[in-house]
């Protein structure tokens, strides 16, 4: 089995076999994953793996992955980082013993490389209620860009939406429910659902953006030309004007440093969201 070669000794001659196993085993390990962030962080470290068994010309080992996780703290790399990798190589070893290419006991040697500890609780990085007034007050609402722009700051800070959510957001999923507005079956990172709530001020910024721009069904935020005209149902990606605006005219603010990396999405409006809810910052 071709496979066999990215773990056992490699036959000499058998390169053109020896890249077709590595490349097959690969995506073996890849499909077996859903998400797509988690799909790119095992590619890196199943071609880390890969190259470093090359360099050494010797099949994968607890040796050899000892010496990997060796090298991944001296760069330096956070325990989450260094797990996530490890949890690579692991599913890499559990699909090769599945396939037979592993006995159990090669297998159990190789995922004994233990995980690196993370002890206590970060504190991270959140901002001010200050802060977030400052924020907020960035876009200009007599516009209808600056009505759009509002609401997504409202959303990231009254609501906690981490920015996939926020751009992939229905009218549809905003309802009434027992007196009070809410984001239904929200669907997150790794497919958890839940139920959000919307404060006040929050969905009074959903209403003025909704009215200006006459939307009735489908997704809430939309792109927009410089004229204020929607170019369509999907907002581009965080570098594109629809999300990068607001922190262009902040750029040397407080704020901005949190907000580029995402901020307030989790770390920040998490907290916002529980703290300051029924405040009004209209």
Not at 48 to 64: D, H, K, N
Not at 82 to 111: C, F, H, P, W, Y
Not at 164 to 169: G, H, V, Y
């Amino acid at each position: 089995m071709s496979t066999a070669l990215v773990l056992r000794e490699q036959p000499a001659g058998n390169w053109a076999v020896y890249v077709a196993g590595v490349a097959e085993l690969r995506r073996t390990v890849l499909l077996s994953v859903a998400s797509e962030h988690s799909k790119r962080n095992y590619a890196k470290a199943l071609d880390e793996i890969f190259a470093l068994c090359e360099m050494r010309q010797q099949p994968i080992s607890r040796a050899l992955l000892m010496e990997y996780r060796a090298a991944m703290l001296e760069k330096k790399l956070s325990a989450s980082t260094v797990n996530v990798r490890l949890s690579a190589i692991r599913k890499l070893v559990g699909e090769a013993q599945r396939d037979g290419i592993l006995d159990a006991e090669q297998a159990a040697k190789m995922t004994d490389v233990p995980n690196m500890r993370q002890q206590g609780t970060r504190l991270g990085n959140w901002l001010t209620r200050d802060q977030a007034k400052e924020l907020l007050a960035v876009p200009d609402r007599s516009t209808i860009k600056g009505k759009r722009d509002y609401c997504i700051l409202a959303l990231l800070v009254g609501c906690a939406l981490r920015r996939k959510e926020l751009s992939t957001l229905m009218l549809e999923d905003i309802q009434l429910r027992e007196g009070r507005w809410v984001i239904v079956d929200l669907v997150g990172k790794g497919g958890r659902v839940r139920t959000v709530a919307i404060p006040v001020w929050v969905k009074n910024a959903i209403n003025s953006w909704q009215t200006a721009a006459k939307i009735e069904d489908g997704r809430l935020l939309r792109p927009l030309s410089k004229s204020g005209r929607i170019l369509g149902e999907e907002l581009g990606d965080w570098a594109s004007g629809a999300w990068s605006s607001p922190l262009r005219k902040r750029s040397g603010s407080s704020t901005s440093g949190r907000m580029i990396y995402g901020g307030p999405v989790r770390s920040c409006a998490e907290r916002m969201a529980a703290t300051w809810s029924k405040s009004n910052f209209s």
